[in-house]
């Protein structure tokens, strides 16, 4: 079992930036990646980024490559997500997911653990 927590969400201006962070605990040495996908209102859940566990390799969405970076912290078991020049289009309840001994994808079914979900909401 892996247990995951998000925070970082909050309220903020077109343009402006914020950092989320999902600390994992439980069985994450047999982390492979972990993933940070979105869900707006009335829409379908978007893949945003992943990062593989061991590399560091990171992976983005079309929608968000250039503006968002993903890192990791090994020795804190901790990834972060770093949204720079947010649009009101980046609203969403953002959650992080944790893929165990798979390869990395853009698809949340290879992801077997979640957190709880942390809402971004960008005002124009």
């Known amino acids: 079992q892996v247990q995951l927590v998000e925070s970082g969400g909050g309220l903020v201006q077109a343009g402006g930036s914020l950092r989320l962070s999902c600390a994992a605990s439980?069985?994450?040495?047999?982390?492979?990646?972990m993933g940070w996908f979105r869900q707006a209102p009335g829409k379908e859940r978007e893949f945003v980024a992943a990062?593989?566990?061991?590399?560091?390799?990171?992976y983005y969405g079309a929608s968000v490559k250039g503006r968002f970076t993903i890192s990791r912290s090994i020795g804190q078991n901790t990834a972060y997500l770093q949204m720079n020049s947010l649009r009101p289009e980046d609203t969403a309840v953002y959650s992080c997911?944790?893929?165990?001994?798979?390869?990395?994808?853009?698809?949340?079914?290879?992801?077997?653990?979640w957190g709880q979900g942390t809402q971004v909401t960008v005002s124009s």
């Open positions: 997911a944790a893929a165990l001994g798979v390869a990395i994808t853009t698809t949340p079914v290879a992801y077997g653990y």
């Open positions: 990062v593989s566990w061991s590399r560091g390799i990171p």
């Open positions: 439980g069985r994450t040495f047999s982390m492979s990646g």
